[in-house]
């Protein structure tokens, strides 16, 4: 199944915006989300504390496909 949407994402810069990602956020426009690139392939993890807006997650492999 291929679906297009229009996203808007937002890529942390520096190791500050990428500790605190969406923390403290009080929304989130529909369509928008947060990529975080990782230099290494390796086992990642995610907490959200202080994160009081519903988010969905997607772990995405080096070939672009998504995790499952």
């Known amino acids: 199944m291929k679906v297009d949407l229009p996203l808007r994402i937002e890529i ?4 500050g915006e990428f500790k605190t990602g969406l923390m403290f956020r009080e929304s ?9 690139v990782f230099e290494k392939v390796d086992q990642q993890s995610f907490h959200m504390s202080h994160t009081t807006i519903p988010l969905d997650i997607a772990f995405i492999n080096e070939d672009a496909a998504p995790k499952m």
């Open 12 to 15: 942390p810069q520096t190791p």
């Open 28 to 36: 989130l426009d529909t369509n928008s989300g947060m990529l975080f």
